[in-house]
């Protein structure tokens, strides 16, 4: 089986980190929007992950990840430069549609912001004007502002807390493009579902089209067993093979959300039951040090 | 055959089906007649020499079975477990005529069987061919294509999306019809060929079709990636949560172990009462794996009658002795949600049968009136999947108006070298069917090659214009080597 090697690691907050895979030919192949289905073992679970960045001449594709359940968080734990995946596969999903928009607005939230990135600096590449807008809890959790800065014709950041930037949601960040500029062409908003459904209710009125992407759970990635079908309009489309890219106003948030947690007793157990295996393998740690070194043991026990 | 007694066998994901020992082996070969006729040879999509390894298990020579049995079929544990034997070598049995068949599909599997106990495996001396082939997808169509072109010498790698390999054999089949170490062994057994396997792999993807002819130096590819895309009813409520394809259930479950959930990370859907939609051979798969799974009830809803039903005969048979609920002549109306999104119940109508359609089968109609209401908490449908759309998205290859992969009678796509067989070119169907299609695939690839087959006379074909003077074929008045395998 192939290593998938991580070369460089970079945490951004204590839930988010980045992690660059050593895969030349992905590398080439991948395109902005795509994803790849990552497995951290033998054991582990099939998730997907958006790819953030895509180095063709270094041979590596970058991902930034947000630990919120069992599996992120063991990656967050054991994924060290050197240390590799057990399975990779990708880039999966239609490239993002760079279409020859001449105005469009960029807008990541929270996470959203590292798959957004590359979609910014294509439509960039294209010869678009690209209006920024990134969205983070608090100014602590900021990332990759250079990055977006560097590809950007104009630049706005939200916080929700006002620390940095605009006080508010991204759909503030959204309003105020649109009442600067009265010729954008199309939106691109990557993020949380619930923060897509807003930047798709902020647009409609102004009939702007709106690409969003879409993140139900998933298990193949191949258009094999459909659990990450999504309604659009009155179709059923599968994100992974006919996504992930659809048009936000088409899409029903409520039943994606709905179904995204379908599985939280489930979630909830493994959490518990992965947290508790750490609480053990620390004590079995702490056991072992301390039996192995009388002087330390006493010292503990003082 | 011994089998599990249902009420044990529900229970967990041991083979159903114990298998032969000697005796039972012994016994049964006597059976055959070795009649002149031969029937069952035609009967079977690959053409195995069934009486003849036949023969030599009643010589009690197992290692000659086995060599006659993977002269023509190099995965014997896999079909003799999975194939409908009754609608093929033993549907036409001389024997079967007045008695039982002679039970061709049980000897196989003790052959089989025996051979991975042993470590038997068959490689003959094989003449590097230097031509470089790439099959797409290590299902049972790949698997069998690749088996055949590394006979001929050529250098195999088989491409597979999934982190391990098998395709449909893996993911689909649950481990009491078919173990998950059967298939290591049959893949090993393929890697001692020389087969290479690279998992990981989305072609299509990762690199085109065009790519590996063009740039990675495949002489031919052999496109073999299934029909998995599931069909969803299209009624209300079907993108409730608690209702999905049998495709998720059994790839949950089967390929990512969710059965072992937490051991495996893969989430589990635990259904208390399952209705399966469906009554072919992933429906029986799905119902039996949902029992297993610890379901109180397992219903399975059907439109057709008994009858129709595609599923392999034993399979709903051993369905039957589990406890399954059969409702035959029963169609689905809408998913009934719990008001939080969930499924919480089916709403069905009975159905009686009317004209033939034009499959000649005969028609469902709905009884007016009839509407009836369930409980059930986990609602599961294998009805039918289509072609999987990412070879069109991604090649030139010319696809028919249903999304299957467009070949014609030797199974050539429109793209000089690309073959393709299985699933993605006719539709879902069994596994020995694409296995036929893989090695029928590889016949065509040799021909295109120029490899020709030691074992048939040599008949000049010429090649048409400069390559003929007055008639006779240019190859024939030299010395040159012509490639032979």
């Known amino acids: 089986m192939s290593d998938f090697k991580l070369v460089k690691r970079e945490d951004f907050s204590d839930v988010t980190y980045l992690l660059e895979v050593e895969h030349p030919m992905m590398a080439k192949a991948a395109h902005p929007g795509q994803f790849v289905i990552v497995m951290l073992h033998e054991h582990g679970e099939r998730i997907p992950l958006t790819i953030a960045d895509f180095d063709r001449n270094k041979g590596t594709i970058t991902l930034v990840i947000q630990a919120v359940g069992k599996t992120t968080r063991e990656m967050q734990q054991a994924c060290q430069v050197g240390t590799g995946l057990y399975g990779m596969v990708g880039p999966m999903g239609i490239p993002s549609p760079i279409s020859h928009a001449k105005k469009v607005v960029c807008v990541g939230g929270g996470l959203g912001v590292a798959p957004v990135y590359p979609q910014a600096r294509a439509f960039k590449e294209a010869g678009a004007y690209v209006i920024g807008v990134l969205g983070f809890r608090n100014k602590s959790l900021i990332f990759w502002e250079d990055k977006f800065r560097a590809c950007c014709d104009e630049f706005i950041v939200c916080t929700d807390d006002g620390s940095a930037g605009i006080k508010g949601l991204v759909t503030e960040g959204i309003k105020q493009a649109i009442a600067r500029h009265a010729d954008i062409d199309e939106v691109v908003a990557i993020g949380p579902p619930i923060m897509m459904k807003g930047c798709a209710e902020a647009t409609r009125p102004h009939q702007i089209k709106t690409m969003v992407s879409l993140n139900p759970l998933m298990v193949d990635g191949t258009g094999m067993c459909g659990g990450c079908r999504v309604k659009l309009g009155d179709k059923v489309k599968f994100a992974c093979v006919d996504g992930p890219d659809f048009d936000g106003h088409l899409v029903d948030f409520d039943d994606l959300m709905t179904r995204l947690r379908r599985y939280t007793k489930e979630e909830r157990m493994a959490l518990d039951h992965w947290e508790k295996s750490c609480r053990m393998q620390k004590e079995i740690e702490l056991a072992s040090a301390a039996a192995t070194s009388p002087a330390r043991a006493s010292a503990v026990k003082r | ?485």
């Open chain 2, 1 to 485: 055959m011994r089998e599990q007694d249902p009420q044990a066998r529900a229970k967990n994901f041991e083979e159903v089906a114990c298998g032969y020992d000697l005796k039972d082996a012994l016994r049964e070969s006597d059976r055959c007649m070795l009649c002149p006729d031969e029937p069952c040879i035609a009967g079977c999509p690959v053409g195995i020499n069934i009486p003849g390894f036949i023969e030599k298990i009643g010589e009690k020579n197992f290692r000659a079975a086995y060599d006659i049995l993977t002269d023509t079929n190099l995965l014997p544990s896999i079909c003799g477990r999975v194939c409908p034997q009754e609608t093929q070598c033993e549907g036409v049995c001389t024997v079967g005529e007045s008695l039982e068949p002679v039970a061709i599909g049980r000897l196989e599997r003790f052959i089989g069987d025996t051979a991975i106990k042993e470590g038997w495996v068959n490689i003959p001396y094989i003449e590097p061919a230097r031509f470089k082939v790439g099959v797409v997808g290590s299902g049972p169509a790949g698997m069998a294509c690749a088996a055949d072109m590394a006979k001929a010498g050529c250098d195999v790698t088989v491409y597979e999306a999934f982190h391990q390999p098998g395709g449909v054999l893996r993911y689909g089949i649950p481990d009491f019809r078919l173990p998950n170490e059967v298939i290591d062994a049959e893949i090993n057994n393929l890697r001692k060929l020389g087969v290479k396997f690279e998992c990981n792999t989305l072609v299509g993807r990762l690199f085109t079709i065009e790519q590996m002819i063009d740039e990675m130096g495949f002489h031919s590819v052999f496109v073999g990636v299934g029909a998995g895309y599931p069909t969803m009813l299209g009624i209300p409520g079907d993108s409730l949560n608690g209702v999905l394809s049998a495709n998720e259930l059994l790839t949950r479950c089967n390929l990512m172990r969710a059965k072992e959930f937490p051991n495996f990370d893969t989430p589990l859907p635990l259904g208390h009462r399952v209705a399966v939609v469906g009554a072919g051979n992933t429906a029986m798969d799905a119902m039996r794996v949902s029992l297993r799974l610890g379901a109180d009830k397992v219903y399975c809803i059907y439109r057709r009658s008994r009858k129709e039903a595609p599923a392999r005969a034993e399979e709903v048979h051993h369905a039957e002795q589990e406890g399954i609920e059969f409702h035959w002549l029963t169609n689905p109306v809408a998913v009934l949600d719990d008001g939080k999104g969930s499924a919480r119940g089916m709403r069905c109508i009975r159905m009686e049968l009317g004209e033939p359609d034009d499959s000649g089968r005969r028609r469902p109609v709905p009884v007016a009136g009839s509407e009836f209401d369930f409980e059930t908490d986990l609602i599961v449908y294998a009805i039918g999947t289509n072609a999987n759309p990412i070879m069109g998205q991604t090649s030139k290859l010319k696809l028919n108006k249903w999304g299957y992969i467009g070949t014609d009678e030797n199974l050539a796509t429109s793209v000089a070298g690309v073959f393709a067989g299985g699933d993605i070119v006719t539709g879902a169907a069994t596994v020995i069917e694409a296995m036929g299609a893989g090695r029928k695939a590889a016949r065509s690839m040799k021909a295109y090659l120029g490899i020709r087959d030691s074992k048939l006379p040599y008949i000049s074909q010429g090649v048409d214009g400069a390559g003929r003077l007055f008639g006779i074929d240019v190859r024939e008045r030299n010395f040159a080597r012509i490639r032979v395998a």
